[in-house]
């Protein structure tokens, strides 16, 4: 019982470590049209590189969902798999 009284009352304190790793992204310097964004495009598992608004979705959802702790989210369209 006292257990779960102080499991109760340092609830608000627990760290909800979450992290992300971002590969290539998307930016001016790496955009489609140019030569290493083709090269990514033609490499990557998914066909594509990764965009801002990538990181965001993966964002909105590891501060909506409080089940997630620990972790660290890869966010890199497969490139650890190439």
Do not use: C, H, W
Not at 54 to 62: E, I, K, S
């Amino acid at each position: 019982m006292a257990k779960k009284r102080a499991v109760q009352r340092l609830r608000p304190y627990f760290f909800r470590g979450r992290t992300q790793s971002v590969g290539f992204r998307a930016a001016r310097r790496i955009s489609g049209r140019s030569a290493r964004g083709q090269e990514l495009r033609e490499t990557l598992p998914i066909g594509r590189v990764v965009t801002a608004a990538d990181v965001a979705a993966l964002t909105v959802q590891l501060m909506a969902n409080t089940a997630l702790t620990g972790a660290t989210y890869d966010i890199d369209g497969g490139q650890q798999f190439v």
